[in-house]
Each structure stands twice: as C-alpha cells, then as structure tokens.
C-alpha cells in the first residue's frame, strides 16, 4: 500500500522560508517523477513544482521561481521542497504528489497535504 | 501561464448525463495529448478520474469519459449519481509546465 508521512508546513512571516517533506513508502520513489501541487480557496489547484526521477531536472511554475527549490533523496523515500521568501499569497495547502515513468504522467497518489500559512 | 478554464459550476438529476468543459490554448491542451480529471471531495485529495484525455485508471467506472476537441477538453459523466457530488479539475500538461483548470463543482440535484 502507497503510503505519505507530510510534514513541515505551518505558520510564518512574509519574507520567511518553510521546508516542507514527503517521506513515502510502499513504491520505488526512484521510478517516479514527483511534485508538488497547492491549493487554496481563491485559486483551486495549481501546480507548482516537479522533478525527474533521478533529481537532476527540477521545473517551477512562474509564481515561484527563484524562490523555492524542489529536491529528492531517493535512498531515504524522501521528496522536499524548500521555500523562501514567502509571501500572502502562497498560503495554501501543499500537496506532494506522484507521477509516473514521464514529466506528462498523470497524478496517481495524492499526500494528504500541509497546510502553508503565510502572515503577519 | 494561465489557468485552464472552466465553468465554475454545473448540476444535473440523478440519471443525467453532464459535462464539463476545459478551455486551453495552442500551448497546451492544443499542442499535447496528456489531459487529465480530477475529482475532489470535501477534505479529501483529489484523484484521478481521466489521463490522457480520455483514458481511465483502473477502479474508475466507465461513466465517466473524456474527449478533446482542439483547445478544448471535455468530461461527460453519465448516469449522474449522488456520489457524483464533487469537485472537478481538468489537468493539462505544457512541456516545461503544468497547468490546473479553476475547478468546476457538480452538483447533483
């Protein structure tokens, strides 16, 4: 069975930085692109962030280039993505979520997902 | 990179058949074959209903179709039922991104 430990999200100033991780079980993450989707009210779902199966090619939406940085360590189950510079408008709920075998596979498993709070 | 578009609601009597349409452009839904559905309920993760335009996972019941017709992607669910009550979101891969449409809820009447 397909597992997800989520954690590391919270509350935190604009301008502040989270780290936020996957710790999946049951599959060979090292077979699977992985990637981050967040939602909010406002916006629905939106994409964020993906990386290829052995971490070399990272791609970001728009919104977030520059400012957060998606990895994987494949030895510890493990998918990360580190923000910085955090602003209102990255409050979501962030999801990590698996791919398949290319960048256009569909999403199979969906984490439960963390909430973002970004606030003064 | 924009959202995908869809309508914000749509509604139908159990029986019915409804459909949701998904607005993109020459950049994606246009150029690639890899549309995907997702159903959301309250509180929970979405899940897949649909990839590749019209391809269904396993586990799916085979009510629920997809089609694209140039820009435009479409999901019919058929013989709508009460557990049918969610919300949608059509999924469009562009290459070096990945685009979400705004979400459409069903209502089942």
Redesign the interface.
């Known amino acids: 069975e397909v597992q997800v430990v989520e954690s590391g999200g919270g509350l935190v100033q604009p301008g502040g930085s989270l780290r936020l991780s996957c710790v999946f079980s049951g599959f060979t993450l090292r077979n699977y692109w992985m ?1 981050w ?1 967040r939602q909010s009210p406002e ?5 964020v962030s ?1 990386i290829n199966s052995a971490g070399t090619s990272p ?5 977030v280039k520059g400012r957060f940085t998606i990895s994987r360590d494949n030895a510890m189950n493990t998918l990360y993505l580190q923000m910085n510079s955090l602003r209102d408008d990255d409050t979501a709920v962030y ?1 990590c979520v698996r791919g398949g075998s290319g ?6 498993f ?4 963390t909430l973002v709070s970004v606030s003064s | 990179q924009s959202a995908l578009t869809q309508p914000r609601s749509v509604s139908g009597s159990p029986g019915q058949s409804v459909t949701i349409s998904c607005t993109g452009t020459n950049s994606d839904i246009g150029t690639y074959d890899y549309v995907s559905w997702y159903q959301q309920h309250p509180d929970k993760a979405p899940k897949v209903l649909i990839y590749d335009v019209s391809q269904r996972p396993s586990g799916v019941p085979d009510r629920f179709s997809g089609s694209k017709s140039g820009n435009t992607a479409s999901l019919t669910i058929s013989g709508l039922q009460a557990e049918d009550e969610a919300d949608y979101y059509c999924c469009s891969y562009a290459g070096s991104y990945i685009l979400f449409g705004g979400g459409t809820k069903v209502t089942v009447l």
């Open positions: 990637h989707v916006k629905g779902l939106v994409w993906r791609s970001y939406a728009d919104s999801y960048s256009y596979s569909p999403f199979d969906w984490g439960q997902g």
